[in-house]
DNA sequence: CATGAATGAGCGTTCATTCAT
DNA sequence: CATGAATGAACGCTCATTCAT
């Protein structure tokens, strides 16, 4: 078990190493040098763990980005009313966001760019997301909470866009303010938008 | 003048083939070469007009980006009504990108990765545009059309993050439907959720 | 002894092991992991029987290959008659070497490359097999049977290419026929390219 | 003109500095910085002219392998007598390689090693020349003056490798003697062999 | 004896940038 | 102004070898 764990501390450290690397530097400047010495490891022990480099961006997404999801997904399906769900989503994001500034840097500053090639892994996309998002406005339709003539997919990218942009946003001034005091503005403007 | 006007169109054929070439490969995978060639110039001559590949990257912001900010601003001065303000934008800013995709591309997917250090350059963000939308939802509030409780650089960067997501998505998606058509849902649920 | 046994089955597995990755990918890009994979053991553990990688290979022209000289010595020496001899030479090597493919990829297409660096290793080149030859040359000149003014250490050579470029290009067609075959032809070429 | 010339010259003295790299390292242990060292040029400048390592060394084959083995045709095609040629072709073999053993030792001792991966350039195999050596002896049993029983695909193999061995043992004595004096003793071995 | 995780030197290759023509 | 050949720094990745367990 002790070796066990420790193989996964390894990993994980080159993992988190990256996630810093890349949120400091960007995925292409950062070298894997970059990420072995933040990590404390030999650059060739990177490659025990992680096929190349585009492997520990596609795994950031896999396992931290995911995983988040599925957070966010859990602890959403205890509420039911869909108007309050949709509110302790972006809180629960810009929360999560806040707390994981560098994951939050490669999530949002990287993405993008990444989304390119990350059409091959299909791992890698948001669509869980938005569907996490698209499910929630659905609910609140049928729960008469939402307008019936909402356009669903379109709305669902509008509001994860805005969520996105608000962290860029922050990342891009240097964290200098709390994000999470952007929640309720911003749950305000799309419950009220999505209202009957 | 005829000198200045061909020295312009040489300039202006590179910029675009930067912008046809890094909307194609990506700003870190579009080569020199590749600029070079689609522009039908020797790789030399780029650096006769720019400073650099990032110089190359800066002047599209510079003076493409800029000018349809410009252009906004200027179509939108002639409408008095903010809540139509809102919802021209929003159909301005579709209908462009759809017209220009290859710029849509650079904006969208290399816009972030590139603000990093693009806020060097204080030219290159985005903070007019965001400045455009902040005083069309403070004319609405006086106007008596947009609450006034709304926390408006909150707001105006969901707005934003909500137009660009709905452009990446539609690029992701490999441009297979009308953009165009997002706009009055997006105008629609913004303008809602400002209403009194 | 059964200890001894066991270790001279390990020592032996890796050095078949490195015979047939050798023969199938080559020296240099066979790698000491291919090598351990291929003998059921661990990578350091190769490094407690040979001193490195060179050695390996090394090891094997030293034990597997002059086992076969001396074999083929052994085998002629029951011969009286010189011709014969040769003729019986050509058809044990051809033989042999059909017999076990890898070992003879790895001394004909490895030998050549390696023989670079082998200079240095005294035991690893084939004085002793074209000193059999030339052996038997004179012999036949003693013997009356073949000519006096024979050049015989430039034909001893010629033989032995002759020999080894009759295996390589077998293996480079893909053992696709009996390489057995070639003998007769190849013995009577340089028996009558010998004889009085 | 001068410019073609001198673009000739590099791409000349690139390939020269190749041969006499992997003459002396091997064509493995050589780096392109030995080349390019050899060559007096950077090492990005060998990828101006050759698509990577191995187009390098394929290149070898095709311009100068290949041109001696038409240069040996065209000399050999003014004789008639398929005797005489077979003698002329065992001369011109050693003395060209004595006269450039750089590109002697590459083609002999790269070579093997090489026709591994070099099954898969067509232009790189050995073909050309056994079928020059095929064609003399067939039209040597035309003539009537060998031996119509000879097995001409066996016996052309066996040729070439007397030639190819004798190269290399002079290779790996350090040159220390007249290669040009193995030719009688060779070509009379051959044509006393495959005499009626 | 055996393991295999860790190391890190080393190499092929790319490409932004320069400059002689 | 324009060219494009040449440069060489930089980086991802491999793999022989070591050594703590």
Redesign the pocket.
Not at 28 to 34: E, G, M
Not at 40 to 49: D, F, K, W
Not at 51 to 55: E, F, G, H, L, R
């Given at each position: 078990m002790a070796r066990v764990k420790?193989?996964n501390d390894?990993r994980d450290r080159i993992m988190n190493a990256a996630i810093a690397s890349f949120a400091q530097y960007g995925y292409?400047?950062?070298?894997?040098?970059?990420v072995?010495r933040e990590a404390?490891?030999?650059?060739?022990?990177?490659?025990?763990?992680f096929?190349?480099?585009?492997?520990l961006l596609i795994s950031i997404f896999e396992e931290k980005v995911q995983r988040f999801i599925q957070e966010f997904h859990r602890q959403l399906s205890r509420e039911k009313n869909a108007q309050v769900k949709l509110s302790k989503l972006v809180h629960l994001h810009l929360v999560e966001m806040q707390k994981h500034p560098d994951l939050a840097a490669v999530f949002q500053l990287e993405l993008r760019q990444s989304r390119h090639f990350m059409s091959a892994y299909p791992k890698t996309d948001l669509k869980v997301y938005f569907d996490l998002i698209g499910d929630i406005i659905e609910e609140g339709q049928q729960q008469g909470l939402f307008r019936k003539d909402v356009y669903v997919s379109a709305i669902k990218r509008a509001f994860f866009g805005a969520l996105d942009e608000t962290v860029t946003s922050w990342l891009l001034a240097g964290k200098n303010y709390d994000l999470a005091h952007m929640a309720d503005p911003l749950a305000d403007l799309f419950t009220r938008g999505l209202r009957e």
């Open positions: 420790k193989t390894k292409h400047q950062a070298t894997i040098a970059d072995a404390g490891v030999a650059a060739g022990t990177i490659y025990l763990y096929k190349n480099k585009d492997d």
